[in-house]
């Protein structure tokens, strides 16, 4: 039994990514649906027919799984694949070993706890990783050195939808070029210039 509650404790940990994931991307599409240059009634009722034509895929999904159950294999087994791959965690070293963050894994989880805004706070990243019970016992700091090792910047103050005041975070500009490119070049460039002279 004990060699199955790994592999159990991973597959619940990742399918709760994976839902989560999902919520996330079906509230922004649904938030995407606001009309700002309306108002009243008139202005969410995109919104309100982006959630209908959900409701439609989830229900014309269910019918199909009741008419053809063998599908439901298909969609479990697709779950699982996902649920085992997002529960991979970059920020989960193993004992006495040194932190090697997966650069690509981290700027993923950043933008996809993003959504649809442009920043996001280190300590929602934070908050986010100890919910998952990742990261167990980082603080703001901790995470902040190792994301900034990546090659990911961390500003001061970043302002993010919805929060009162501006702090540490993430900027969506700065994940746009993975610094791990642009290493190799750097290195030649130091190589060549200490060459010269």
Do not use: N, Q
């Not at 009309?35 to 895929?57: E, K, S």
């Not at 649920?83 to 070993?97: G, I, L, M, Q």
Request: proline fraction near 5%; charged fraction near 20%.
């Amino acid at each position: 039994m004990s060699r199955l509650a790994r592999p159990a404790e991973r597959l619940a940990t990742g399918s709760v990514t994976v839902a989560r994931r999902l919520g996330r991307r079906a509230a922004a599409w649904v938030k995407r649906g606001y009309r700002y240059d309306l108002t009243g009634f008139a202005a969410v009722i995109g919104c309100w027919v982006r959630a209908a034509l959900l409701v439609l895929g989830l229900y014309l999904l269910w019918r199909l799984v009741r008419a053809a159950p063998t599908l439901l294999w298909l969609l479990c087994g697709a779950w699982v694949v996902a649920a085992w791959r997002a529960s991979k965690s970059p920020f989960e070293p193993a004992a006495d070993t040194p932190v090697e963050l997966d650069a690509s894994a981290v700027r993923t989880m950043l933008l996809d706890l993003m959504g649809e805004g442009d920043a996001v706070h280190l300590r929602t990243v934070l908050a986010h990783l100890h919910g998952l019970d990742l990261a167990r016992g980082w603080t703001v700091s901790d995470l902040r050195v190792r994301l900034e090792a990546l090659g990911i910047a961390v500003h001061p103050k970043v302002k993010v939808a919805g929060s009162k005041s501006p702090t540490r975070g993430v900027r969506r500009a700065d994940l746009r070029v993975d610094p791990t490119l642009s290493r190799p070049a750097t290195t030649e460039t130091s190589t060549e210039a200490s060459t010269a002279a």
